[in-house]
């Protein structure tokens, strides 16, 4: 199989969490002060992050009325601007970096926003049917080693040569804001599970039935990470919801494919070593804030 080389990050979403302020500025564009003082949007660091993991393609799947504002993000800095610079290396690289990433960026435009699924199946026929890392276009990720969170995951998925999404522990109290998973402890490998069960945004009395994981304590749960290492076939699987009208309140789910996909063939989860962070709700936005600015102990290389 080969290596994943392309990532999908979908835009799209109104970032209804975020209102007002979202009237304003999109949510991928909130700024984050990063522990080298830099002041970036949040989609910066999260293309960075894939590019840290040796991913070489992005594909940003954004609404129409967005495309004008990205491409004027990711371009050369101006000359008007390079003046004004003048001779301050450290904001010279700062103005110069969205520009130097440009090269690596495809827009993908999604006329109506119609789930997350429904996002990551307008960018088949760019990723070409080979195999590719799925990021969740508002998630932050800190890792607590030196391969960061995404690089993880994609050597994960170069041993296992399987689909393989990133998870993270989460007590009962919070899973209704994520996608949940049970799965069977692989021996091999600490931290690692071949899936049976996905399910988006459980109750407790069902997370307690049908999410249970071996090993692991009263109330705490395996949730999505943010970071999805995908075979091409999820697109099979997200076509055929598709065609079957398979939506959830009229949106197509990426977990629903997912669950679909794991009923099919094997399917792991791997606990990523690290945090992440939601910065379209205003708790995980004020969290990212205060974990990328300050002294954590955990450094995102």
């Known amino acids: 199989m080969k290596?994943?080389?392309?990532?999908?990050?979908?835009?799209?979403?109104h970032g209804l969490r975020?209102?007002?302020?979202?009237?304003?500025v999109r949510k991928?564009?909130?700024?984050?002060?990063?522990?080298?003082?830099?002041?970036?949007?949040?989609?910066?660091?999260?293309?960075?992050?894939?590019?840290?993991?040796?991913?070489?393609?992005?594909g940003l799947v954004i609404a129409p009325e967005d495309e004008a504002m990205v491409r004027a993000y990711f371009s050369r800095m101006s000359g008007p601007l390079k003046s004004a610079v003048g001779h301050r290396a450290d904001l010279l690289a700062a103005a110069e970096s969205p520009g130097e990433l440009s090269d690596k960026v495809t827009l993908i435009l999604q006329d109506r926003p119609l789930g997350f699924g429904d996002a990551v199946?307008?960018?088949?026929?760019?990723?070409?049917?080979?195999?590719?890392?799925?990021?969740?276009?508002?998630?932050?990720?800190?890792s607590?080693?030196?391969?960061?969170?995404?690089?993880?995951?994609?050597?994960?998925?170069?041993?296992?040569?399987?689909?393989?999404?990133?998870?993270?522990?989460?007590?009962?109290?919070?899973?209704?804001?994520?996608?949940?998973?049970?799965?069977?402890?692989?021996?091999?490998?600490?931290?690692?599970?071949?899936?049976?069960?996905?399910?988006?945004?459980?109750?407790?009395?069902?997370?307690?039935?049908?999410?249970?994981?071996?090993?692991?304590?009263?109330?705490?749960?395996?949730?999505?990470?943010?970071?999805?290492?995908?075979?091409?076939d999820i697109f099979e699987c997200l076509a055929r919801m598709e065609r079957d009208g398979a939506t959830d309140g009229g949106e197509l789910q990426l977990t629903g494919a997912q669950a679909m996909l794991s009923a099919q063939r094997a399917y792991f989860a791997l606990e990523v070593n690290g945090d992440h962070f939601d910065t379209g709700s205003p708790e995980g936005y004020v969290e990212a804030v205060a974990a990328f600015a300050g002294p954590t102990g955990i450094t995102n290389k």
């Open 18 to 24: 975020m209102l007002p302020a979202t009237l304003a």
């Open 121 to 142: 199946l307008r960018a088949k026929s760019w990723v070409g049917g080979d195999p590719v890392l799925v990021m969740l276009g508002d998630h932050l990720y800190l």
């Open 144 to 232: 607590g080693e030196d391969r960061c969170c995404a690089r993880q995951l994609l050597d994960a998925f170069a041993e296992l040569q399987a689909p393989v999404s990133g998870v993270t522990r989460k007590s009962v109290d919070g899973i209704h804001h994520f996608g949940t998973v049970s799965g069977r402890p692989v021996s091999r490998w600490n931290g690692l599970y071949e899936l049976d069960t996905v399910v988006e945004k459980p109750d407790p009395g069902l997370a307690r039935e049908r999410l249970r994981v071996e090993g692991m304590p009263a109330d705490t749960y395996l949730c999505w990470f943010g970071l999805h290492a995908m075979t091409s």
């Open 28 to 58: 991928a564009l909130f700024p984050i002060v990063d522990a080298r003082g830099r002041v970036c949007p949040v989609l910066h660091l999260i293309v960075e992050e894939a590019v840290n993991a040796g991913i070489e393609e992005i």
């Open 3 to 13: 290596p994943i080389r392309k990532a999908v990050i979908p835009l799209a979403g």
